[in-house]
């Protein structure tokens, strides 16, 4: 790959993946509105918010593929969740298409299936639940993903990232999580995929406890390694189990089941 963009690259998930994917393509265009630091000899720094469509179709120019990591990440203000994650998106498509299609990997998330219950199994035909606007939001991204597959042929993988960090933090996580490496052999496997299509897909590790079935995305040939098991005992001697009746021990969106809708300024 020539160009990678990596938007929201700011961000912790996109601070983790700015390193490891240094060799993944010729060049890494970073992308956020909040501070980059300084380019390295391989890398693109550009300042853009994602709900400027000219920006948007500015920074997409060029690239082969996107990891879209950008927008809101958490339940917020429906203002901001609007801008980032539902006109930003659209933004990004509509640069994607007017640029050749480069594929797309997007980072939605757990919480548009947050109101399952942790002793429930689901594969990706589940209807969403999801947990609150932040959780609505990634519902709109996936179904915008899929209307532009069906109407212009747009690869994109719609990978649910439960939780993707160093290590597990809190006793849920035991059941999300993805380490960064197995996130990484992700990226690489929904890229250089012959053909990707437009398939949901669980981001999390080979953990023993999972509420989600990934077979159907057996064909990427994606084995993720790590287990979130070895950080059972640590956990268990460390953090205080949440109690059985907590929206953290019953959802699998954990407390954003209970977060409010926050009021506009």
């Known amino acids: 790959m020539k160009r990678l963009l990596i938007t929201g690259a700011a961000g912790g998930l996109g601070r983790?993946?700015?390193?490891?994917?240094?060799?993944?393509?010729?060049t890494l265009r970073l992308s956020d509105i909040a501070d980059l630091g300084t380019a390295a000899s391989h890398e693109e720094i550009v300042t853009c918010d994602l709900g400027d469509a000219a920006a948007v179709m500015k920074l997409v120019e060029g690239c082969d593929g996107i990891l879209h990591l950008g927008g809101i990440s958490v339940e917020d203000k429906f203002s901001k969740i609007l801008n980032a994650n539902l006109l930003g998106l659209y933004n990004l498509y509509e640069a994607a298409r007017a640029h050749g299609h480069p594929r797309i990997l997007f980072a939605s998330s757990n919480h548009v299936v947050g109101f399952y219950r942790q002793d429930e199994h689901i594969d990706a035909k589940a209807p969403m639940?999801?947990?609150?606007l932040y959780g609505v939001s990634k519902c709109f991204g996936?179904?915008?993903?899929?209307?532009?597959?069906?109407?212009?042929?747009?690869?994109?993988a719609l990978v649910r990232?439960?939780?993707?960090?160093?290590?597990p933090v809190n006793h849920r996580m035991l059941s999300g999580w993805m380490s960064y490496d197995d996130f990484v052999s992700l990226i690489d496997c929904v890229f250089r995929a012959p053909m990707l299509g437009c398939p949901v897909i669980w981001g999390i590790s080979n953990n023993d406890s999972k509420w989600w079935d990934n077979s159907h995305a057996a064909y990427l040939g994606w084995k993720p390694k790590d287990n979130a098991e070895i950080y059972r005992a640590e956990l268990e001697a460390t953090i205080e189990r949440p109690a059985p009746t907590s929206a953290m021990a019953v959802y699998q969106g954990g407390k954003f089941v209970e977060d409010p809708i926050f009021a506009e300024d």
């Open 129 to 132: 639940r999801p947990d609150g």
């Open 161 to 167: 990232i439960g939780s993707c960090f160093e290590k």
């Open 142 to 156: 996936e179904a915008l993903a899929r209307m532009y597959f069906e109407k212009f042929g747009q690869e994109t």
């Open 16 to 26: 983790a993946m700015r390193s490891r994917l240094a060799g993944f393509a010729e």
